[in-house]
Protein backbone atom coordinates (compact mmCIF):
# COMPACT_ATOMS: atom_id res chain seq x y z
CA UNK A 1 0.00 0.00 0.00
CA UNK A 2 1.33 3.08 -0.87
CA UNK A 3 1.71 5.88 1.54
CA UNK A 4 0.81 9.74 0.18
CA UNK A 5 1.34 12.78 2.27
CA UNK A 6 -1.38 15.33 1.37
CA UNK A 7 0.16 18.82 2.42
CA UNK A 8 -3.18 21.61 2.01
CA UNK A 9 -4.48 23.94 4.66
CA UNK A 10 -7.84 24.24 3.39
CA UNK A 11 -9.76 21.47 5.73
CA UNK A 12 -12.24 21.01 2.91
CA UNK A 13 -9.71 20.07 0.29
CA UNK A 14 -7.69 17.93 2.63
CA UNK A 15 -11.10 16.18 3.57
CA UNK A 16 -11.81 15.21 -0.10
CA UNK A 17 -8.74 14.03 -1.43
CA UNK A 18 -8.01 12.07 1.85
CA UNK A 19 -11.19 10.45 1.28
CA UNK A 20 -10.80 9.85 -2.17
CA UNK A 21 -7.43 8.43 -2.18
CA UNK A 22 -8.20 6.12 0.80
CA UNK A 23 -10.87 4.82 -0.96
CA UNK A 24 -8.71 3.97 -3.92
CA UNK A 25 -6.65 1.81 -1.64
CA UNK A 26 -3.51 4.40 -0.84
CA UNK A 27 -2.35 5.24 2.83
CA UNK A 28 -2.78 8.95 3.61
CA UNK A 29 -1.72 11.41 5.61
CA UNK A 30 -2.68 14.78 5.56
CA UNK A 31 -0.74 18.33 7.05
CA UNK A 32 -2.28 21.91 7.20
CA UNK A 33 1.01 23.25 8.55
CA UNK A 34 4.72 22.73 7.14
CA UNK A 35 6.11 22.42 10.14
CA UNK A 36 4.04 19.28 11.02
CA UNK A 37 4.65 18.07 7.01
CA UNK A 38 8.48 18.17 8.49
CA UNK A 39 8.33 16.47 11.44
CA UNK A 40 6.20 13.49 9.70
CA UNK A 41 9.50 13.17 7.11
CA UNK A 42 11.36 12.54 9.81
CA UNK A 43 9.40 9.35 10.96
CA UNK A 44 8.35 7.76 7.60
CA UNK A 45 9.02 9.27 4.00
CA UNK A 46 5.91 8.99 1.90
CA UNK A 47 5.64 7.23 -1.45
CA UNK A 48 4.08 10.34 -3.05
CA UNK A 49 3.42 13.80 -1.70
CA UNK A 50 0.62 16.52 -2.82
CA UNK A 51 1.73 19.84 -1.92
CA UNK A 52 -0.34 22.98 -1.98
CA UNK A 53 1.45 25.83 -2.63
CA UNK A 54 0.04 28.51 -0.80
CA UNK A 55 0.40 27.61 3.12
CA UNK A 56 0.02 29.29 5.94
CA UNK A 57 3.64 28.99 7.77
CA UNK A 58 5.90 28.57 4.11
CA UNK A 59 5.51 28.59 0.78
CA UNK A 60 4.96 25.53 -0.71
CA UNK A 61 7.69 25.85 -3.18
CA UNK A 62 10.64 26.64 -1.12
CA UNK A 63 8.91 23.17 0.63
CA UNK A 64 9.69 21.75 -2.86
CA UNK A 65 13.36 23.09 -3.12
CA UNK A 66 14.06 21.63 0.51
CA UNK A 67 12.78 18.29 -0.94
CA UNK A 68 14.66 18.82 -3.92
CA UNK A 69 18.07 19.64 -2.73
CA UNK A 70 18.05 16.38 0.17
CA UNK A 71 20.04 13.57 -1.33
CA UNK A 72 17.27 11.78 0.56
CA UNK A 73 13.97 13.09 -0.70
CA UNK A 74 15.29 14.34 -4.24
CA UNK A 75 13.26 11.92 -6.18
CA UNK A 76 10.19 11.91 -4.48
CA UNK A 77 7.25 11.80 -6.59
CA UNK A 78 5.53 15.55 -5.75
CA UNK A 79 2.04 16.85 -7.28
CA UNK A 80 1.81 20.78 -6.94
CA UNK A 81 -2.07 21.85 -6.11
CA UNK A 82 -2.34 25.37 -5.88
CA UNK A 83 -5.66 27.99 -6.62
CA UNK A 84 -3.08 29.90 -8.64
CA UNK A 85 -3.72 29.89 -12.47
CA UNK A 86 -1.36 31.84 -14.35
CA UNK A 87 1.06 29.91 -17.00
CA UNK A 88 4.21 31.50 -14.83
CA UNK A 89 3.70 29.90 -12.04
CA UNK A 90 3.39 26.39 -13.45
CA UNK A 91 6.61 26.67 -15.15
CA UNK A 92 7.94 28.07 -11.58
CA UNK A 93 6.65 24.71 -10.09
CA UNK A 94 7.53 22.47 -12.81
CA UNK A 95 11.61 24.25 -12.68
CA UNK A 96 11.44 24.06 -8.81
CA UNK A 97 11.17 19.82 -9.50
CA UNK A 98 7.52 18.96 -9.47
CA UNK A 99 6.49 16.25 -11.24
CA UNK A 100 3.00 17.25 -11.99
CA UNK A 101 0.45 20.19 -11.65
CA UNK A 102 -2.70 20.32 -10.41
CA UNK A 103 -4.95 24.03 -10.44
CA UNK A 104 -7.96 23.99 -7.90
CA UNK A 105 -10.46 23.30 -8.67
CA UNK A 106 -10.00 19.75 -10.07
CA UNK A 107 -11.94 17.12 -10.44
CA UNK A 108 -11.60 13.62 -8.04
CA UNK A 109 -11.26 11.25 -10.94
CA UNK A 110 -8.10 13.78 -12.06
CA UNK A 111 -6.48 13.67 -9.07
CA UNK A 112 -6.98 9.64 -8.81
CA UNK A 113 -5.57 9.20 -12.26
CA UNK A 114 -2.60 11.61 -11.86
CA UNK A 115 -1.56 9.81 -8.58
CA UNK A 116 -1.78 6.34 -10.20
CA UNK A 117 0.54 8.06 -13.05
CA UNK A 118 3.09 9.04 -11.12
CA UNK A 119 3.41 6.28 -8.99
CA UNK A 120 3.32 3.93 -12.16
CA UNK A 121 6.10 5.99 -13.40
CA UNK A 122 8.42 6.32 -10.28
CA UNK A 123 7.72 2.87 -9.81
CA UNK A 124 9.02 1.48 -13.07
CA UNK A 125 12.19 4.22 -13.05
CA UNK A 126 14.96 2.37 -15.14
CA UNK A 127 17.55 4.57 -12.56
CA UNK A 128 16.85 1.64 -10.30
CA UNK A 129 16.79 3.34 -7.04
CA UNK A 130 14.27 1.98 -4.58
CA UNK A 131 12.71 3.62 -1.24
CA UNK A 132 10.80 2.58 1.52
CA UNK A 133 9.90 5.42 3.78
CA UNK A 134 13.24 6.70 5.04
CA UNK A 135 15.46 3.87 3.29
CA UNK A 136 17.03 4.72 0.09
CA UNK A 137 18.31 2.45 -2.00
CA UNK A 138 20.84 3.36 -5.19
CA UNK A 139 21.43 -0.04 -7.08
CA UNK A 140 23.77 1.56 -9.34
CA UNK A 141 26.11 2.83 -6.56
CA UNK A 142 25.40 -0.24 -4.37
CA UNK A 143 24.25 2.64 -1.89
CA UNK A 144 22.07 2.30 1.03
CA UNK A 145 20.76 5.74 2.75
CA UNK A 146 18.94 5.88 6.08
CA UNK A 147 17.29 9.74 6.78
CA UNK A 148 19.70 10.73 4.88
CA UNK A 149 22.94 9.15 6.81
CA UNK A 150 25.16 6.09 4.59
CA UNK A 151 23.72 2.38 6.02
CA UNK A 152 27.22 0.10 5.68
CA UNK A 153 25.50 -3.10 5.12
CA UNK A 154 27.57 -6.56 4.02
CA UNK A 155 26.80 -8.11 0.63
CA UNK A 156 24.28 -10.81 2.18
CA UNK A 157 22.48 -7.86 4.00
CA UNK A 158 22.26 -5.89 1.20
CA UNK A 159 20.22 -8.51 -0.56
CA UNK A 160 18.18 -9.12 1.52
CA UNK A 161 16.93 -5.25 2.21
CA UNK A 162 16.55 -5.17 -1.80
CA UNK A 163 15.00 -8.78 -2.00
CA UNK A 164 12.24 -6.47 0.74
CA UNK A 165 12.22 -3.47 -0.75
CA UNK A 166 11.45 -4.27 -4.25
CA UNK A 167 8.41 -6.94 -2.02
CA UNK A 168 7.12 -4.20 0.13
CA UNK A 169 3.81 -5.44 1.64
CA UNK A 170 4.42 -9.40 0.69
CA UNK A 171 5.23 -11.89 2.81
CA UNK A 172 8.46 -13.50 1.37
CA UNK A 173 9.30 -17.32 2.85
CA UNK A 174 12.43 -18.50 4.75
CA UNK A 175 12.92 -20.52 1.40
CA UNK A 176 12.53 -18.16 -0.81
CA UNK A 177 14.87 -15.88 0.59
CA UNK A 178 17.37 -18.61 0.94
CA UNK A 179 16.73 -19.16 -2.66
CA UNK A 180 17.21 -15.72 -4.19
CA UNK A 181 19.63 -14.80 -1.94
CA UNK A 182 22.05 -17.64 -0.37
CA UNK A 183 21.20 -19.56 -3.95
CA UNK A 184 19.34 -23.14 -4.69
CA UNK A 185 22.60 -25.06 -3.74
CA UNK A 186 22.91 -23.18 -0.29
CA UNK A 187 23.26 -25.93 2.14
CA UNK A 188 23.43 -24.42 5.64
CA UNK A 189 20.62 -23.63 8.36
CA UNK A 190 18.27 -21.63 7.77
CA UNK A 191 18.47 -19.90 11.01
CA UNK A 192 21.49 -17.59 9.05
CA UNK A 193 18.51 -15.79 7.81
CA UNK A 194 17.75 -15.01 11.06
CA UNK A 195 21.19 -13.67 12.30
CA UNK A 196 21.46 -11.37 9.15
CA UNK A 197 18.16 -10.18 9.67
CA UNK A 198 18.79 -9.16 12.97
CA UNK A 199 21.94 -7.40 11.73
CA UNK A 200 20.34 -5.80 9.25
CA UNK A 201 17.50 -4.22 11.07
CA UNK A 202 20.46 -3.02 13.85
CA UNK A 203 21.66 -1.54 10.97
CA UNK A 204 18.73 0.47 9.53
CA UNK A 205 17.91 1.26 13.45
CA UNK A 206 14.15 2.68 13.67
CA UNK A 207 14.02 1.70 10.24
CA UNK A 208 14.09 -1.77 10.79
CA UNK A 209 11.22 -2.07 12.95
CA UNK A 210 9.52 -2.00 9.55
CA UNK A 211 10.71 -5.76 8.82
CA UNK A 212 8.56 -7.95 10.33
CA UNK A 213 8.95 -11.57 11.30
CA UNK A 214 6.16 -13.95 10.16
CA UNK A 215 5.59 -16.85 12.33
CA UNK A 216 6.69 -20.47 11.03
CA UNK A 217 6.51 -18.76 7.84
CA UNK A 218 9.40 -15.91 7.04
CA UNK A 219 8.97 -12.14 6.82
CA UNK A 220 7.16 -9.50 5.47
CA UNK A 221 8.45 -5.11 5.27
CA UNK A 222 5.68 -3.02 5.82
CA UNK A 223 4.92 -0.35 7.78
CA UNK A 224 1.56 -1.91 9.90
Not at 76 to 96: M, N, Q
Not at 160 to 180: A, Q, Y
Request: net charge negative.
Amino acid sequence: MSLIYIVEDDKNILEIESFALKNSGYDIRGFSLAKDFYYAMEDFLPDLILLDIMLPDEDGLNILLKLRNNPTTRKLPIILVTAKTSEIDKVKGLDFGADDYMTKPFGVMELISRVKALLRRSQNSDDKIYQFHNILMDDNKHMVTVKGEICELTYKEYELLKLFITNTGMVISRDLILERVWGTDFEGESRTIDMHIKNLRQKLKDSGKCIKTIRNVGYVMNME
